[in-house]
């Protein structure tokens, strides 16, 4: 059974960075679509960055327009582990953060949240003004 464990959220002042990790682990099929995704309280879940395998270790990346220019997601095959750069983070971006993946096809809308059928169980980031 697959696996999503994320880590890297934490507290930090606004203007900072923090790098959040998602390992994977007991794939039967490979992830080749994923993304982070972040809730707040009161709200309802919304995709801020996807990576789609394009073709052997070639990934093409998305992100909301709230956070282009400062999130950046990564994986990294050799470890199977995604990442989401977070830069100037601001306080609307507290939230927990959750990491998704599905296998098979990645010809669906990358923020589409019913896409993903695998879960982890997320982590927290908080930033203060």
């Known amino acids: 059974q697959v696996q999503l464990v994320e880590s890297g959220g934490g507290s930090v002042q606004a203007g900072g960075s923090l790098r959040l990790s998602c390992v994977v682990s007991g794939e039967t099929y490979p992830l080749n679509c994923m993304g982070w995704f972040r809730q707040a309280p009161g709200k309802e879940r919304e995709g801020v960055a996807g990576?789609?395998?394009?073709?052997?270790?070639?990934?093409?990346?998305y992100a909301a327009d709230s956070v282009k220019g400062r999130y950046t997601i990564y994986k990294v095959d050799a470890s199977n582990t995604l990442y989401l750069q977070m830069n100037s983070l601001k306080p609307e971006d507290t939230a927990m953060y959750y990491c998704?993946?599905?296998?098979?096809?990645?010809?669906?809308?990358?923020?589409?949240?019913?896409?993903?059928?695998?879960w982890g169980q997320g982590t927290q980031v908080t930033v203060s003004s």
């Open positions: 990576i789609k395998r394009t073709g052997g270790t070639s990934h093409t990346g």
């Open positions: 998704a993946g599905r296998s098979g096809s990645c010809n669906f809308l990358w923020s589409d949240v019913n896409e993903y059928s695998d």
